[in-house]
């Protein structure tokens, strides 16, 4: 069971969009729609900010948007804020009641 | 609103067990639509899901940790605990007590996380 690939970092400016990427494999995000993503500020609990590949959470802002296609999912950030700074994982069932998370991407909003 | 507060040992010597305990409030732990899960970050590095339960006892944990972990329910004070054993410093990390709710499939709640540091 192998981490999930993530860009250790991206940056971008107020008002901005970003993506961030989640690779995975055929045994995990490509075999399921069951990717989720979390926002981690240090010092804090993770937030869950997608669930199931693209469905938000109530209460998650609509500029958090998720999709996924074949072996990769993605996060998008639209309108980005100085708030939305942190940590982002993903995580994917893996099969057989496990799971794997990324090695998390660091947003600087410049 | 659910919380989860993790407690335990703050240092364990190497070859040791280290026990952690998640106690929730707010919720009960015995209700059908949740798994109670750790997580846990070693420094500079990501999460990592060590192991999820189900208040029956079904379990389920991650393979990497080769057996070394146990994960209990204890639905009489509301709590989950879990054991790692034969622990290095490599097991050195923020651990996390966190819910899965099966209608998401993802970790919707989770606790301020505990430092466990590994050392002699």
């Known amino acids: 069971q192998s981490a999930l690939t993530q860009p250790a970092s991206v940056s971008g400016s107020p008002g901005q969009s970003i993506t961030i990427s989640c690779t995975g494999t055929s045994s995990d995000v490509g075999s399921y729609n069951l990717v989720s993503w979390y926002q981690h500020p240090p010092g804090k609990a993770p937030k869950l900010m997608i669930y199931e590949g693209s469905k938000r959470p109530s209460g998650v802002s609509n500029r958090f948007s998720g999709s996924k296609s074949g072996n990769t999912a993605s996060l998008t950030i639209s309108g980005l804020q100085t708030e939305d700074e942190a940590d982002y994982y993903c995580?994917?069932?893996?099969?057989?009641?496990?799971?794997?998370f990324g090695g998390g991407t660091k947003l600087t909003v410049l | 609103q659910l919380q989860l507060q993790e407690s335990g040992p703050g240092l364990v010597k190497p070859s040791e067990t280290l026990s952690l305990t998640c106690t929730v409030s707010?919720?009960?732990?015995?209700?059908?639509?949740?798994?109670w899960g750790w997580i846990r970050q070693p420094p500079g590095k990501g999460l990592e899901w060590i192991g999820s339960m189900y208040y029956s006892g079904n379990t389920y944990h991650n393979p990497s940790l080769k057996s070394r972990a146990t994960i209990s329910v204890d639905t009489s004070k509301n709590q989950f605990s879990l054991k790692l054993s034969s622990v290095t410093a490599a097991d050195t990390a923020v651990y996390y007590c966190a819910r899965y709710q099966t209608g998401t499939a993802s970790f919707d709640y989770w606790g301020q996380g505990t430092l466990v540091t590994v050392s002699s």
């Open positions: 707010g919720g009960s732990i015995s209700s059908s639509s949740y798994y």
């Open positions: 995580c994917s069932f893996a099969g057989s009641g496990t799971w794997v």
